[in-house]
């Protein structure tokens, strides 16, 4: 009686183990998530310094450039050394990978062809690049079913919809730098306090 046969021929004890594999996979791509969260703060830092570098140092037009060329160096060499180490990947973290590469390459390709072209509005080019912020994370936050992630999204966009309403640079810079805070550095650090804990708790039970 408890381990009935459906219409499918799938019986009741198949589906409790493909809803908890479901569960694990989803439980892995948090802990990946997680174990990315030093990226989120970096990625938040070179954000802040690059904006600061526009607004208060000379040579602006390399700011973005030269922070971004740097993170990605960096970026780089911690994820190479943590596969050197044994680090490995399942189906949805490189899943969740996979959202963050698109959207580098379309921030990427938004930029590149918004200045080349002179097609460059200040309320256009920082909204668009908030929406696609928040576009990769509400992605990743309904692939992980998290939704910690989900009000990140909701920072990002808020922040982009703001940009079409306040419009002078200071007022897009400051929602900019706002949106940096909460959605990057402060979400990057959470990220980090979840794997510590997490590492932590594995340290206790093999005590």
């Not at 490189?94 to 990427?108: M, N």
């Not at 309904?142 to 419009?167: D, E, H, K, M, S």
């Given at each position: 009686?408890?381990?009935?046969e459906?219409?499918?021929?799938t019986s009741?004890?198949?589906l409790?183990?493909r809803v908890a594999?479901m569960?694990?996979m989803i439980?892995e791509?948090?802990?990946?998530?997680?174990r990315?969260g030093?990226?989120f703060?970096?990625w938040?830092?070179v954000?802040?310094?690059?904006m600061?570098w526009?607004i208060?140092?000379?040579?602006r037009?390399?700011a973005w450039?030269?922070?971004?060329?740097?993170?990605l160096?960096?970026?780089?060499?911690?994820?190479w050394r943590?596969?050197?180490a044994?680090?490995?990947e399942s189906?949805?973290s490189?899943?969740i990978?996979s959202?963050?590469?698109?959207?580098?390459?379309?921030?990427g390709?938004f930029?590149?062809?918004a200045?080349?072209?002179?097609h460059?509005?200040?309320s256009?080019?920082f909204?668009?690049i908030?929406?696609?912020?928040?576009m990769?994370?509400?992605?990743?936050?309904?692939?992980?079913?998290?939704g910690?992630q989900?009000v990140?999204a909701a920072i990002?966009w808020?922040?982009?919809v703001?940009?079409f309403?306040?419009t002078?640079?200071?007022?897009l810079?400051?929602i900019f730098?706002?949106?940096?805070?909460?959605?990057?550095?402060?979400?990057g650090?959470?990220?980090?306090?979840?794997?510590?804990?997490?590492?932590s708790?594995?340290?206790?039970?093999?005590?």
């Amino acid at each position: 009686m408890t381990n009935f046969e459906p219409d499918n021929g799938t019986s009741r004890d198949e589906l409790v183990q493909r809803v908890a594999l479901m569960e694990s996979m989803i439980a892995e791509g948090r802990r990946t998530t997680t174990r990315y969260g030093w990226m989120f703060l970096l990625w938040g830092l070179v954000y802040f310094t690059a904006m600061l570098w526009v607004i208060f140092l000379p040579f602006r037009n390399w700011a973005w450039p030269v922070c971004v060329a740097l993170a990605l160096v960096i970026g780089a060499v911690v994820k190479w050394r943590r596969r050197a180490a044994g680090g490995t990947e399942s189906l949805r973290s490189r899943s969740i990978e996979s959202v963050w590469k698109a959207l580098g390459t379309t921030i990427g390709l938004f930029v590149v062809a918004a200045i080349a072209t002179h097609h460059f509005d200040a309320s256009t080019y920082f909204g668009a690049i908030l929406f696609f912020l928040g576009m990769a994370h509400a992605t990743s936050a309904l692939i992980l079913r998290w939704g910690v992630q989900g009000v990140v999204a909701a920072i990002w966009w808020a922040g982009g919809v703001a940009c079409f309403i306040f419009t002078t640079p200071a007022e897009l810079a400051t929602i900019f730098l706002t949106a940096t805070f909460f959605g990057m550095i402060l979400f990057g650090l959470y990220a980090m306090w979840l794997e510590r804990r997490r590492a932590s708790a594995q340290v206790e039970q093999h005590a």
